[in-house]
């Protein structure tokens, strides 16, 4: 059995993809550093990740794939699971080796275990716009936070910005087209509470935010603002939504079993209208 040890980020990956095929030694587990070794291995080799050498791999896919299967790539690189890695890795050693296209032959299992993880975190990304509830602080600044089961953020944040900003194109075009114009003049942060960072917009551009002490900020431990931090109007606001909610809802109509599948659990913590 050969190990490749690399950092677990995708340039790591595709430095390993680079490695491998130099060496001519493919790696039939990936670890990260610090991971248990097997018992039993033939040769380990630590990979040193290198944007030159990620950069010749992912040039080397675009001639192999389409941009919606490189897509894919990083979409299922994002969804986390302790299998990515591996999977990934066999993908992309397939797509260079074949003489043809591997994006639509379902008879692979590894083709057609990405394009079941693909779906996952797509539908992780949907949810994420559909149910993420933003509150307005104080200073005018929107704030909104959640717990995606997979690292969706990074997919969801120009469909934010163009949702609070006048975009200047639509690099998601999922995005549903009357969104990009609402709220042309708004500052947000929204911040995922599982992985603990997120991304503030200023009006002009988009930064990935981490804080140093959750501690003293309860928002970033409750997922909600205090009322003291509040813009004057919010709370009228939330009572309104709430008001709304309730109006619109047929009780003989209620099927909980439906509505916890369309809405999941994990978000009601975040959602206005689930508060008391």
Known sequence: ?????????????????????????????????????????????????????????????????SSSALSSLTWCWLSELPEVGMLLFRYIRKA???????????????????????????????????????????????FAAFEPQHNALPLVVNHFKDRFAEPIYNVLPLVLPYLNDRFGDQKWLIYDMKRRYGYYYDLQTVEEVTFDDESSTSHLITGMLDETLMDKDEKLFQRLWKTYFKSITIKERLNPRKHKQDMPVRYWKYITEKQK
């Open 1 to 65: 059995m050969n190990i490749f040890i690399y950092d677990k980020t995708f340039e790591g990956l595709l430095t390993a993809v680079f490695d491998a095929y130099n060496r001519k030694t493919f790696p039939d587990l990936l670890l990260s550093a610090g991971d248990a070794l097997p018992l039993f291995y033939e040769e380990s080799f630590t990979v040193i990740t290198d944007e030159e050498k990620a950069g010749r791999v992912w040039r080397g896919l675009q001639k192999k794939l």
């Open 96 to 142: 260079i080796d074949s003489p043809r296209s591997i994006e639509t032959n379902f008879s692979d299992p590894d083709v057609l275990e990405l394009s079941r993880i693909w779906k996952r975190v797509d539908w992780e990304r949907l949810r994420m716009v559909q149910f993420v509830r933003f509150q307005k602080a104080a200073d005018g600044t929107f």
